[in-house]
């Protein structure tokens, strides 16, 4: 099992800047890929980024494309996600999930280990 602990979260303006970061523990040797999702109330948990951590290729999705960057610390079995411009769209619980297969970092699927959570609001 690997645990993870989400941090970085809160209150910005519209146009600014937040870093969430993600620290991996326990069974972090079977990890391969990790992913930040978000999910908005009433909507569904939807993808944001991943990135393989034996390569460092990442994914985005379409909606933050140009203004997220994942990243990460094999060292120190952390991922951080700079979120620039940020929109009153992007306000959501954004969540850290760790996945075995290599190939999940640009996958949408639900499976993996995940975080607590960390709550980004972006005001108007």
């Known amino acids: 099992q690997v645990h993870l602990v989400e941090s970085g979260g809160g209150l910005v303006q519209a146009g600014g800047s937040l870093r969430l970061s993600c620290a991996a523990s326990?069974?972090?040797?079977?990890?391969?890929?990790m992913r930040w999702f978000r999910q908005a109330p009433g909507k569904e948990r939807e993808f944001v980024a991943g990135i393989r951590l034996s390569t460092g290729s990442t994914f985005y999705a379409d909606s933050v494309k140009g203004r997220f960057t994942i990243s990460r610390d094999n060292a120190a079995n952390t991922v951080y996600l700079q979120m620039n411009s940020l929109k009153p769209e992007d306000t959501a619980v954004y969540y850290c999930n760790a996945h075995d297969a290599p190939l999940a970092f640009y996958q949408r699927s639900l499976t993996g280990n995940w975080g607590q959570g960390t709550q980004v609001t972006v005001s108007s």
């Open positions: 326990g069974r972090t040797s079977s990890t391969r890929a």
